[in-house]
């Protein structure tokens, strides 16, 4: 387990902010029953942020046939669906909600080269809002395989999530379980995958980002 870099600025400004809160506390001498509320709630604080920017080190075993998932979190939608910003027709898309205790590291899918990328600044509706995938803060990535085979998936911001971060751009060359970005405090990633793959996970099935085989194509 390590701390991602993404936590580093949050992290900082905790820090200080429980340093000055407890200097304060200690300069006006708030008396021990407060002092050991604002010991208390900062532990917490602190935790609380470690445990959101906690991300664990995994093992990947590449697999070219199958479909990794992208994200820890739990399956929230299969179903057949018209992607309408790039491949313009009919996918199968399998959406992962990602609550704020999960693990917020976003992995490639798929090995690949990156042949589309699109950021889309947006609203931040909850996750499961039906117009978040389109109307959200969001990011776009389609993943060519070497057999030709192209897989989009979306970082999609929620109302707590106020920040995506990615790491690729159009023309990279990418390895299945890499880290390809990060939302902070969760949120959904969205996969559409050829009608003709084989669904792997059923609703409500709690996923692991790099490990969970989310299809078969």
Not at 36 to 64: G, H
Not at 88 to 108: A, Y
Request: glycine fraction near 6%; include cysteine; charged fraction near 25%.
């Amino acid at each position: 387990m390590k701390f991602h870099k993404e936590g580093y600025t949050s992290l900082a400004l905790v820090v200080l902010f429980i340093f000055v809160i407890l200097a304060i506390a200690h300069y006006f001498d708030a008396g021990k029953v407060v002092t050991w509320i604002l010991y208390i709630i900062s532990a917490i604080l602190f935790i609380t942020i470690v445990q959101f920017f906690r991300s664990p080190i995994k093992k990947i075993s590449i697999d070219d046939g199958v479909i990794l998932c992208p994200a820890d979190g739990k399956v929230v939608v299969i179903e057949e669906a018209e992607e309408t910003e790039y491949f313009k027709e009919r996918r199968l898309q399998v959406s992962i909600f990602m609550s704020p205790v999960n693990v917020h590291v976003n992995r490639n899918p798929v090995s690949g080269m990156v042949s589309f990328f699109k950021y889309h600044p947006g609203k931040f509706l909850v996750a499961w809002h039906p117009k978040s995938s389109t109307d959200n803060e969001r990011t776009t990535v389609v993943v060519k395989r070497k057999d030709g085979v192209e897989v989009l998936f979306r970082q999609i911001a929620g109302a707590l999530a106020r920040r995506i971060v990615w790491y690729v751009k159009e023309g990279q060359e990418v390895k299945q379980g890499d880290e390809f970005g990060f939302i902070k405090f969760g949120s959904r990633v969205d996969l559409f995958l050829p009608l003709n793959a084989e669904i792997n996970v059923k609703i409500n099935d709690k996923v692991v980002g790099g490990k969970t085989v989310i299809a078969r194509v």
